[in-house]
């Protein structure tokens, strides 16, 4: 892969966004790399970390690109199909931001699962400034996270959050320093990998589930898990566990 620098292990996919020349910007030839990744997450899935650099996670779409693309370009859904992708992985994904976290970039964050921040983040979504919308799941997965309050006025004025707003508003789930965010998402995915992996996936599917399908869909996933041979190993083990202590 030439625009994403990947590192693969047993149970996690590392991906760096690594397009330092455009400060990460978010090409057709990148989309298209995450669909590659995204296809072997599907045929294995594992834990996903996508990361970018401590001054830019990703700036936006390229500009140059978008500039020249037309109406039939924007019906492809060149982001948005790339990012619905991502959102929809078995597993978990995780997402370390820093730096500049804008527009594509932004919507690239909102698709992950758990979103964790460096101390100079600065996020938000500035393209009707650009002559365009935020069409890349902003304008649903946003008021899904921090309200349709705030929103709406980051998505109609392109305001840009700090790290503090970002924590504060419910956008990222915890601040560290800079150089310890890669540990820190790497971290989270030990504490996911520890657990069961099927339980892992059906409680994604199930966050994932409208509330129309509540409380039958966690019934029906209960009720698998219970006959479930991993359960009774598991309980088995923190039963004779603390009985030992």
Request: glycine residues 8%; aromatic residues 2%; charged residues 25%.
């Amino acid at each position: 892969m030439s625009e994403l620098r990947v590192t693969a292990s047993a149970d996690r996919v590392e991906v760096i966004l690594d397009r330092p020349e455009t400060r990460n910007a978010i090409s057709r030839a990148m989309a298209a790399e995450l669909h590659a990744v995204c296809a072997d997450l599907e045929a294995d899935p594992r834990i996903l970390i996508i990361a970018g650099s401590p001054e830019v996670f990703a700036s936006g779409a390229d500009i140059a690109e978008l500039r020249d693309r037309t109406a039939a370009d924007a019906l492809e859904g060149i982001n948005s199909r790339a990012f619905d992708r991502i959102a929809k992985l078995p597993m978990p994904v995780i997402a370390a931001i820093d730096g500049w976290c804008l527009g594509g970039g932004g919507e690239l964050a909102y698709a992950a699962d758990i979103r964790i921040a460096g101390e100079g983040l600065k996020i938000g979504n500035p393209e009707t400034g650009l002559g365009i919308i935020a069409a890349a799941g902003a304008t649903w997965r946003l008021p899904a996270i921090v309200g349709p309050a705030l929103a709406a006025e980051l998505l109609l004025t392109g305001r840009t959050l700090d790290a503090a707003e970002a924590l504060a508003a419910g956008l990222v789930s915890r601040v560290v320093p800079s150089a310890e965010l890669l540990g820190a998402a790497h971290e989270i995915a030990d504490r996911i990998a520890r657990n069961d992996p099927l339980a892992t996936r059906l409680t994604k599917a199930v966050l994932a589930a409208p509330r129309s399908a509540h409380p039958a869909i966690d019934e029906q996933t209960q009720a698998l898990l219970f006959d479930s041979p991993e359960k009774h190993r598991r309980m088995t083990a923190f039963l004779e566990g603390k009985k030992k202590s």
